[in-house]
């Protein structure tokens, strides 16, 4: 009996992945929607019908899918060429509708009371009853969930009235955007639409917390760990670099622009673009002032610009790491890590 279920998951995994594909091969038209009342009920009529939405958030712009269908789910894997083995965030808004799908400790409770909405996500054991399509989690018993803090992507929810899956709108391995246009770029003709909220606030992505049950950094990200670390009351243990993840982007080249890049840069060598940190010249600079939530915020943003200005290298000043310092060396070292 067992054997015949993994059977017919198979061939529900084989038919699933064809039609992917082949949805992904017809090229689309991708709608660019205004962040009004009539976009957000274009955007949620479309992910009712299974289509897929880019939609802004407080740290990046996410590509949504109703979590509950499997075909849906499946086009956001074809759309982004992500690995099967890599699962998705589910996006909900509130921790009520967090607790019908995932199992609350007294410590996710506290995380979630204190941080959410905002830019934190929840690794929990997911509920039996949840009805979410089983390829969120790709084969494993938890399930990564968050509640968004942005007006757009609250309104997008609300008209929705479900669950919504949505890894970062980017191509498999490509830096996060924080602009429409960005996912525009990406991945215009193989999604529905966009949902324009102009430039996201906080520019790297949720922190990701793994509570099965210890309380496990899974990646760094735009909520500070020590403010994680504050609210436990103890230090946060840190998740090892995989190259098959359960995890974030846990593996070691992620988030790469199509330039190579040279990080903890002093100077601007023959033939490199710098983007800096702090009073220095430079080509762009993260934050003149040196404060790191802007930096943040532009590091996305000013990665995208400089790829589409150089064949050649980009050299990074060196940025301290704490805070959201920590995220923005996390995301600029897997982008400078050798590609696979
Ligand atoms: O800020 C964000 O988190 C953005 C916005 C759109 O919400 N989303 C985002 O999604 O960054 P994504 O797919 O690019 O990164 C989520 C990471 C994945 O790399 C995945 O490995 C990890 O979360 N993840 C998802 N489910 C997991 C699980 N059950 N256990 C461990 N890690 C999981
Ligand atoms: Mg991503």
Request: aromatic share 4%; proline share 7%.
């Amino acid at each position: 009996m067992k054997y015949l279920q993994s059977i017919k998951g198979t061939l529900l995994q084989m038919s699933i992945n064809q039609n992917a594909a082949s949805q992904a091969d017809r090229r689309k038209h991708t709608r660019l929607l205004h962040p009004d009342d009539s976009g957000v009920a274009a955007a949620a009529d479309l992910l009712r019908q299974g289509g897929l939405v880019a939609f802004p958030t407080e740290t990046v712009y996410g590509l949504g899918a109703d979590a509950r269908n499997d075909l849906a789910v499946a086009g956001i894997f074809a759309a982004k060429g992500r690995p099967q083995f890599n699962p998705l965030i589910v996006h909900v808004s509130s921790a009520e509708a967090a607790a019908r799908i995932a199992a609350f400790g007294a410590v996710a409770e506290r995380l979630a009371s204190a941080f959410w909405p905002g830019p934190m996500t929840l690794v929990l054991p997911v509920r039996p009853d949840a009805g979410l399509s089983a390829l969120i989690s790709a084969g494993l018993p938890s399930i990564a969930i968050r509640v968004p803090n942005h007006a757009l992507a609250q309104r997008l929810l609300a008209a929705f009235g479900g669950p919504v899956a949505a890894p970062s709108a980017n191509p498999s391995g490509r830096i996060s955007p924080t602009l429409a246009q960005h996912v525009m770029d990406g991945l215009a003709g193989r999604i529905d639409a966009v949902l324009d909220g102009g430039a996201c606030g906080v520019g790297v992505e949720s922190t990701i917390v793994g509570l099965l049950p210890d309380p496990v950094l899974l990646r760094a990200g735009g909520l500070p760990v020590e403010a994680i670390e504050t609210c436990l009351g103890h230090r946060l243990a840190v998740a090892a670099t995989t190259d098959r993840p359960n995890a974030p982007g846990q593996l070691a080249s992620h988030y790469a622009p199509e330039a190579a890049l040279r990080l903890n840069a002093t100077e601007r060598r023959a033939g490199e673009l710098l983007l800096g940190f702090g009073a220095v010249a430079c080509d762009l600079n993260l934050s003149p002032s040196g404060d790191l939530t802007e930096a943040a915020a532009n590091l996305f943003r000013h990665l995208h610009d400089l790829d589409g200005r150089t064949a050649g290298a980009i050299a990074v000043s060196p940025i301290p790491g704490h805070g959201l310092g920590r995220a923005i060396n996390d995301r600029l070292s897997r982008a400078a890590a050798p590609r696979s």
